[in-house]
Antibody, heavy 122, light 111 residues
């Protein structure tokens, strides 16, 4: 079964750091571009980061540029999101998602994790 | 990059058809055939229901269809069913930011 499983999020103080991971199974992880998408409470979806199959190039939304870093370890079938200098408006459910087509960029995402909640508060 | 514009809510009775619009610009919706639609039930992850403007993934009901005219994409749900009550988000590739942009979201209510 094709599956994505995010690590447990948590409560972080403003200015703090957290690393999320997303374990992939059931498909050839190294062939797919991957993304992180977040959803603040009661709000819409926001594309946070994206990463090509080989690990470069990567892209980040302006709202997280310079604070978040997306990476992957294809030998471990795992996607990561390092989040530094966290702010209250980073509070959201974070989803990892897979590009629909292998060896292509992320124009749509057909497999999603269940999401993990990150709360930034003192 | 501003979000694509969708109506906040759309409603219809069972069996009816409804259409959700997604308005963008020539830099995104109007310039590329990379519009997708996602269905999201409360507390659940989004589900891809349309990609590349009008294509349905395997397993998605043919009651869902997509189209595009100019800078506006549309999702039509025909034969509305109770299970279609959910939020719907469009997304598009955009030349102005990577990897793309989502719409503001539409709540569909089945009366």
């Amino acid at each position: 079964e094709v599956q994505l499983l995010e690590s447990t999020g948590g409560l972080v103080q403003p200015g703090g750091s957290l690393r999320l991971s997303c374990a992939a199974s059931g498909f050839t992880f190294s062939s797919y571009a991957m993304s992180w998408v977040r959803q603040a409470p009661g709000k819409g979806l926001e594309w946070v980061s994206a990463l090509s199959p080989g690990g470069s190039p990567s892209y980040h939304a302006d709202s997280v540029k310079g604070r978040f870093t997306v990476s992957r370890d294809n030998s471990k079938n795992t996607l990561y999101l390092q989040m530094d200098s966290l702010r209250a408006d980073d509070t959201a459910v974070y989803y990892c998602a897979r590009a629909r087509e292998s060896h292509a960029w992320i124009y749509s995402m057909d497999v999603w994790g269940r999401g993990t909640t990150v709360t930034v508060s003192s | 990059q501003s979000a694509l514009t969708q109506p906040a809510s759309v409603s219809g009775s069972p069996g009816q058809s409804i259409t959700i619009s997604c308005s963008g610009t020539t830099s995104d919706v109007g310039g590329y055939n990379y519009v997708s639609w996602y269905q999201q039930h409360p507390g659940k992850a989004p589900k891809l229901i349309i990609y590349d403007v009008s294509h349905r993934p395997s397993g998605v009901s043919n009651r869902f269809s997509g189209s595009k005219s100019g800078n506006t994409a549309s999702l039509t749900i025909s034969g509305l069913q109770a299970e279609d009550e959910a939020y719907y988000f469009c997304s598009s590739f955009t030349i102005t930011s990577n990897p793309g942009v989502f719409g503001t979201g539409t709540k569909v209510t089945v009366l």
